[in-house]
C-alpha cells in the first residue's frame, strides 16, 4: 500500500526528488538518509504555505553550512510550477508560498478519496496488539474502565486508518482470589433463586443486583444440587460460570460504546496451558532468571514475621527497574508479574508490537513489565516495541456536584447509565478531549449543552450545518457541488482548505505519538473554522455557502463544504463517533 497521493505527500515527493537530484551532483553525500526530512505548515502563517527543515537536517553530513544548502534546495524546488517563492529563514529553513491552485488540487483530491482521504501506509506491514479494558470479570462496566476502553478503541482505530494491522485485546483476570469470591456471592444468589432468604450480603462478597441473575441461571441448570454442598463441589463450576455470564454482560456493556475485541485472552487458561512454566523456562535458559532472596522492605522496620525467603527472580534491574522482581511466591504461586510476564510473551510472539492501556493506578508496574518485555525481545534477537499508556480517573459531576450513587449497582455509575443518559457519541468524544494522562471532569449537563463549550456538539454541529447546506441548496435552488468554478474561491475557502489538508499529517502524527486525542483537538479546530466561515454570511450575503443569484460561486462552495464535511466525517470516524446529518 502506497500513502495516498495528498498535498504534503505530493510536496515530499517533490523535496526528496530535488535532494536526490543534489546527490546526484555531489551537493549531497551518496546513500544520504532523508528520513528525518519534513514537510509541514510553518508556525507562523505569514511565512509561507509550507516549510521544510531539509537544510537543516542534512547540512551536518554535507559537511557545509545550512543556508548555503538551502540556498541550493531553494533553487530546485522555485522552479516548481505550483510554488510561487521558496524563501530561506532563519538558520536554514526553508518557506515555500504556493498558488491557489494547488490548494484547489487538495480539495479536489479530497473528494476524490473520500472515505480513503487522511489514511496512510505508515503501518504497512506492522501488526500492533492494543491491550486495553481487561477489568476483572466481576462486574459491569463502570465509569473507572470507560476512559481507557474508549481511549484504546480510539487508538486502534487510528492504527488501523495509518495502516496497521491491529489486534484488539482483552486480558481476562479470572486467575485470582476476586473470581472465586464472585463465585461465593453467585452461590449465595443461587440460593437466593431457590427460596432462600439469604439476608444482608455478608462483608468482603459482591454485592450488585447484577449477580441476581447469574443466581437464577444456576438455580434452573442445577436446581438446589448445591444448596447444601460443601464449597470444594461447587466452587470451580460456579466460578467458570460466574465469569462466563459477566463476561457476556461486560461484552454487552462495552458493546453499547461500539466496542467489540479480537481476542479474549483468558489467565486461567494461561495457566491451565503452562505459559508461565515455559516462560520461565526460557528465561532461566537465558539466565534472565535466577534464585534469590528479596530484600527487606524499604523504608520502615519489616513486619516481625518477615524472614528472607529464596525465590525465583527475574533480572529487571538489567533493564532499569529498581529492583529483581519474583515470578513466584514462597508457596510456589505464581505472582501477578510472573503470569503476566508469560502472558505479554505470548503476545509478543504474534505482534510487532505491543501497547498496553493501563488504569493510572498501576504505574508503579509499569517499570518492570517493561523490562519484562525488553529481556524477552532482547533474548529473541527482535526487540519489541512496547507502549504502555496510563489514563486517570474520571470525576463525575452533575451540575458542579460529585457523582457517587448508580441506579443499578448501588454504589457506582455503570457504562450503560452513562450510554442511556447522555449517548454513545458524547461519551467516546468527551473522553478524548484531555490527554489520558490529565485529569478530567465529566460534568454531565454541560456534555449535552449545545455550545461551543461542548467540543462533541461543535463538530457533530459543524457536520449537519453543512448536510443541511447540501439539502436546501439542492431542494430549493438545484444548486450541485461542482469542481468547475473553484478558481471563484478566495482566501477564506483557500484558509479552509488548508486547514482540511493537515488532516492525513494529524493522522500520521497521532498514530505515532499513539494519541488520537490529537484528533478530537483538530476535529474542533477544523469545526471551528467552518462555524467561523458559515456565520461570516449571516453578515454578509455574499459570504453564504448558497448565494441565490451566482449560482457557479454556490457550486463551489458547495463543494467545499462537502469536502470539509469528509474530513469532519473521517475523524470522527476514527474516534468512532458518528457524523449526524441534522441537529
Not at 527543515?53 to 541550493?72: D, G, I, Q, S, Y
Amino acid at each position: 500500500m502506497t500513502n495516498p497521493k495528498t498535498l504534503y505527500t505530493s510536496f515530499s515527493g517533490t523535496l526528496e526528488a530535488a535532494l536526490t537530484e543534489l546527490v546526484a551532483e555531489g551537493a549531497l553525500p551518496e546513500n544520504t538518509s532523508f528520513k528525518n526530512v519534513t514537510v509541514e505548515p510553518p508556525r507562523d502563517p505569514s511565512h509561507g504555505d509550507l516549510a521544510t527543515n531539509a537544510a537543516m537536517v542534512l547540512a551536518k553530513p554535507a559537511k557545509t553550512n545550512p543556508r548555503a544548502l538551502a540556498e541550493a534546495i531553494t533553487a530546485k524546488l522555485a522552479d516548481h510550477p505550483q510554488v510561487t517563492s521558496a524563501e530561506i529563514a532563519g538558520p536554514g529553513f526553508i518557506n515555500l508560498r504556493l498558488d491557489p491552485g494547488a490548494w484547489l488540487t487538495e480539495l479536489e483530491a479530497i473528494a476524490d478519496l473520500g472515505d480513503a482521504y487522511g489514511r496512510s501506509a505508515m503501518g504497512s506491514g506492522i501488526t500492533v496488539n492494543v491491550e486495553y479494558v481487561s477489568a476483572n470479570p466481576t462486574g459491569p462496566m463502570h465509569m473507572g474502565h470507560c476512559r481507557g476502553a474508549v481511549v484504546g478503541d480510539a487508538l486502534s482505530n487510528l492504527l488501523e486508518f495509518a495502516g496497521h494491522r491491529v489486534t484488539r485485546e482483552y486480558y481476562i483476570n479470572d486467575a485470582g482470589g476476586q473470581v472465586d469470591t464472585l463465585a461465593r456471592s453467585a452461590h449465595l444468589r443461587y440460593r437466593e433463586a431457590l427460596g432462600e432468604d439469604i439476608g444482608a450480603i455478608p462483608e468482603g462478597l459482591y454485592p450488585g443486583d447484577y449477580l441476581v441473575p447469574v443466581g437464577a441461571a444456576l438455580a434452573d441448570q442445577f436446581g438446589d444440587q448445591y444448596a447444601k454442598a460443601d464449597e470444594a463441589d461447587w466452587l470451580i463450576i460456579f466460578r467458570e460460570q460466574a465469569v462466563a455470564q459477566m463476561m457476556e454482560l461486560i461484552k454487552a456493556d462495552l458493546a453499547l460504546l461500539g466496542i467489540h475485541h479480537d481476542v479474549f485472552a483468558s489467565e486461567a487458561a494461561l495457566h491451565e496451558a503452562g505459559k508461565p512454566d515455559a516462560a520461565e523456562a526460557w528465561l532461566r535458559a537465558h539466565d534472565l532468571i535466577f534464585d534469590g532472596v528479596l530484600e527487606a522492605p524499604k523504608g520502615k522496620a519489616p513486619p516481625e514475621d518477615w524472614e528472607p525467603v529464596e525465590l525465583p527472580l527475574f533480572r529487571s534491574t538489567k533493564y532499569g527497574d529498581d529492583q529483581d522482581r519474583p515470578i513466584k511466591k514462597s508457596d510456589g504461586k505464581w505472582t501477578y508479574f510472573g503470569a503476566d510476564l508469560a502472558y505479554h510473551m505470548e503476545k509478543a510472539a504474534h505482534a510487532d508490537a505491543l501497547i498496553d492501556i493501563w488504569g493510572a493506578d498501576h504505574a508503579g508496574t509499569v517499570k518492570r513489565i517493561k523490562a519484562a518485555v525488553a529481556a524477552l525481545s532482547e533474548g529473541e534477537g527482535n526487540p519489541t516495541p512496547f507502549d504502555v499508556k496510563l489514563v486517570q480517573m474520571v470525576q463525575l459531576m452533575r451540575a458542579g456536584e460529585p457523582v457517587k450513587m448508580s441506579k443499578r449497582s448501588g454504589n457506582f455509575i455503570t457504562i450503560a447509565d452513562m450510554v442511556e443518559e447522555v449517548g454513545k457519541d458524547v461519551v467516546r468524544f468527551t473522553m478524548l478531549t484531555r490527554k489520558p494522562e490529565a485529569q478530567m471532569e465529566f460534568d454531565f449537563a454541560k456534555v449535552i449543552e449545545a455550545s461551543k463549550d461542548n467540543p462533541v456538539y461543535y463538530v457533530q454541529y459543524a457536520h449537519a450545518r453543512i448536510r443541511r447546506s447540501l439539502r436546501k441548496a439542492s431542494e430549493e435552488h438545484g444548486f450541485s457541488p461542482s469542481a468547475e468554478a473553484l478558481d471563484r474561491l478566495g482566501e477564506d475557502e483557500i484558509a479552509l482548505i488548508q486547514r482540511a489538508a493537515q488532516f492525513p499529517r494529524e493522522i500520521e502524527a497521532a498514530a505515532k505519538a499513539r494519541e488520537p486525542h490529537r484528533i478530537a483537538f483538530y476535529l474542533y479546530d477544523l469545526a471551528s473554522d467552518l462555524h467561523a466561515f458559515y456565520t461570516a454570511g449571516n453578515k454578509d450575503t455574499q459570504k453564504r455557502f448558497i448565494v441565490e443569484q451566482d449560482s457557479a460561486l454556490s457550486s463551489a462552495r458547495l463543494f467545499l463544504g462537502r469536502a470539509i464535511g469528509q474530513v469532519l466525517r473521517n475523524g470522527l470516524g476514527v474516534l468512532g463517533v458518528e457524523a449526524v446529518e441534522s441537529m
